[in-house]
């Protein structure tokens, strides 16, 4: 078991007040909190600094932990690591009523070894004005997945893997990794949500279970941004076909279809494409965007054509900015 | 954990789907009392204005139990809960166009 140094996590001195520690901690915690931070690792140093507050904010326990690190007191195991010596806590009393506002049961061995799993609040019991008492249905969840495009586009299935609170044979809430199988509905769209019943926290009680909601969101694609149910596009087109009008090979996420320029066709023109957008009852359009490009380099025949082009045309682009 | 022996079917959660003000409690394990708040302060907007018969859109499920872990973890007030999601949700755009144009970047 490796020891904490709790002093350490929350970044204060061995001698630091109350009010130092309190401020440490709030700065810790709104900077990893999971629903805030976009940190890889912001669940654990969340945790972690929730564990260090829970001891340094009880003065019983912070001052039983205070006298473990004293001293050399404290001894190696066999494998190198953290034991705390027979007899620490003898003149410490850690009663039921020390555990406050975190979630106690997320906590490491090393704070288990040294308080126990007393005053653990049991699955569905937390939250502000949480109710309690008989069979209670469990909690639902919520988390966010992000999908590729296509998967939404073609629908089908995906592993989606998440971090979620569970009970385990302790009664006790502990984060895990979960990996399910599940079945992506074709069209799916950003900020929808897929709910999937009885996946939630387990039910008290012979409750039943509660649901799991992912919350969909996707990666950018390369290629496409959707926008609602339709797909948008930057087409490049060479100035002459914009110039003439051309049919042109367009990629949607089903496949390449021909698109049909009109002659005359400035950057910046939208054409749609019915229902070449996200599947659905109502599916979305593909709106490409034209944008004029130049060949990155111009070879002397090249030149030498919109050289005469130059010398002929009386065009005027600038006519409107009255140059 | 690898639960993954059999695919599990989920549905969409229709724009017209709504959620009673009890079911909304247990959802997200909070009393009414703590829902009523967040509706005064604008983090929630009812369906239906009567109080009596409050419904809410499913969709917002979510932003129920964001707010709640908010309270509960960094001891958030309603008008703090607020704030906070309103600038999660400003932050969460602004990521996603910027992702989306440096994809566009990457591509040229």
Redesign the interface.
């Known amino acids: 078991m490796e020891y904490k140094d709790y002093y350490k996590i929350l970044g204060v001195d061995r001698d630091a007040d109350d009010a130092t520690i309190k401020r440490a901690y709030r700065k810790l915690a709104r900077k990893y909190h999971p629903d805030v931070s976009n940190e890889d690792d912001a669940a654990e140093k969340f945790r972690e600094a929730n564990e260090a507050y829970e001891v340094l904010k009880d003065p019983e326990k912070r001052a039983a932990y205070d006298q473990l690190g004293r001293g050399g007191s404290a001894r190696q195991d066999s494998a190198g690591g953290f034991q705390p010596p027979p007899g620490w806590d003898s003149n410490f009393e850690f009663r039921g009523g020390g555990y406050t506002g975190a979630d106690a049961g997320d906590f490491s061995d090393f704070f288990e070894s040294l308080f126990g799993r007393g005053g653990f609040r049991a699955a569905g019991g937390r939250g502000p004005g949480a109710s309690a008492g008989g069979s209670m249905r469990g909690q639902d969840q919520t988390a966010r997945i992000a999908l590729d495009l296509e998967d939404a586009f073609q629908g089908g299935q995906k592993m989606i893997s998440l971090r979620v609170p569970e009970t385990d044979e302790h009664g006790r809430v502990v984060n895990r990794e979960r990996t399910v199988r599940v079945n992506i509905p074709k069209g799916v769209r950003a900020g929808q949500q897929l709910r999937l019943t009885g996946q939630g926290m387990p039910g008290l009680g012979g409750g039943e279970a509660g649901d799991l909601y992912l919350e969909i969101e996707f990666r950018p694609h390369p290629l496409f941004r959707l926008d609602d149910r339709n797909l948008m596009l930057e087409l490049p087109v060479a100035p002459w076909e914009a110039a003439l009008g051309a049919t042109v090979k367009t990629p949607t996420p089903a496949g390449p279809v021909d698109l049909k320029i009109p002659a005359r066709s400035n950057s910046g023109r939208r054409l749609r494409l019915k229902g070449r957008g996200m599947p659905g009852k109502t599916p979305g359009d593909l709106i490409a965007t034209l944008k004029i490009v130049l060949p990155e380099h111009l070879d002397d025949e090249t030149r030498a054509l919109y050289e005469r082009l130059a010398r002929e045309s009386d065009f005027n682009p600038r006519k409107k900015l009255g140059v | 954990?690898?639960?993954?022996r059999?695919?599990?079917?989920?549905?969409?959660?229709e724009h017209g789907e709504t959620l009673t003000l009890a079911q909304l409690c247990?959802?997200?394990?909070?009393?009414a009392?703590?829902i009523t708040l967040l509706v005064e302060h604008g983090v929630l907007e009812p369906v239906s204005p009567n109080e009596r018969q409050w419904r809410f859109a499913?969709?917002h499920?979510?932003r129920v139990?964001?707010a709640?872990?908010?309270?509960?973890?960094?001891?958030l007030n309603a008008s703090g809960i607020a704030l906070?999601l309103e600038l999660?949700d400003e932050i969460r755009t602004l990521?996603?166009r910027l992702?989306?144009q440096?994809?566009?970047d990457?591509?040229r």
């Open positions: 954990m690898q639960d993954t059999y695919t599990l079917t989920c549905e969409i959660v247990r959802s997200c394990g909070v009393h009392e703590w499913a969709a499920l979510p139990h964001t709640r872990r908010l309270a509960q973890d960094l001891e906070a999660m990521r996603g992702a989306a440096e994809a566009r990457e591509q």
